[in-house]
């Protein structure tokens, strides 16, 4: 397997007009959902299974009734690649199993 190449600036947007409620931080893309604290957890540990799987992972930060996701490809130099935006489509569907909403 090569090394993961980075997407341009034109590419990154129009993934992101596919995944309503993501958006880019510089060379991260990044989503936080509402969610009980304890469904959280439970969230996170279903994402962290999937990132387990495909061998690709988020930062994830839980606080009190929010789960925040920040999503970059660290093997592509910190920049934002597919594998990036495929990881955001499952943390969607996951999120949504769980309840989780929208979150600014």
Do not use: N
């Amino acid at each position: 397997m090569g090394k993961p190449v980075p997407l341009t600036d034109s590419a990154i947007e129009e993934r992101l007009l596919e995944l309503p409620g993501w958006s880019r931080v510089g060379d991260e893309i990044t989503r936080s959902f509402g969610i009980r604290y304890h469904g959280g957890v439970a969230m996170i540990v279903h994402v962290a299974d999937i990132e387990r799987l495909i061998g690709h992972h988020a930062d994830i930060d839980l606080r009190w009734g929010r789960v925040r996701f920040g999503i970059t490809t660290h093997d592509a130099g910190h920049k934002l690649t597919e594998a990036d935006f495929d990881l955001a489509a499952r943390i969607d569907q996951i999120a949504a199993a769980h309840g989780a909403t929208s979150s600014a």
